[in-house]
């Protein structure tokens, strides 16, 4: 059964920071890019980090450039996002995506993310 897991949302104060995770299962997560997309209310989804399969190559949106991070850990099948110096616009439902060449992709559930102070 595939699936994708995201943890560690939350509320925080800006400037504030977080760790997403997502673990994944019942693929080959390395030979998957995975992507961090975010949707804020009344907004549309968009990406806010990416990373190749063997994590050799990131990118990331303007408006998170410096502040987040995107990694991942093959062994334990889990990409990861730290997100630091939070600002009320990061405020949204994270979502996790794991890609294989524009063929197969997978999406977790989401986490929230609240940053207000």
């Known amino acids: 059964q595939v699936q994708l897991v995201e943890s560690g949302g939350g509320l925080v104060q800006p400037g504030g920071s977080l760790r997403l995770s997502c673990a994944a299962s019942g693929f080959t997560f390395g030979l998957y890019t995975a992507t961090w997309y975010r949707q804020a209310p009344g907004k549309e989804r968009e990406s806010v980090a990416a990373?190749?399969?063997?994590?050799?190559?990131?990118n990331y949106a303007d408006s998170v450039k410096g502040r987040f991070t995107i990694s991942r850990d093959n062994a334990k099948n889990t990409v990861y996002l730290q997100m630091n110096s939070l600002k009320p616009e990061d405020t949204a439902v994270y979502y996790c995506?794991?890609?294989?060449?524009?063929?197969?992709?997978?999406w977790g559930q989401g986490t929230q993310v609240t940053v207000s102070s």
């Open positions: 990373i190749t399969s063997a994590g050799g190559s990131t």
């Open positions: 995506n794991a890609n294989w060449r524009e063929v197969v992709a997978y």
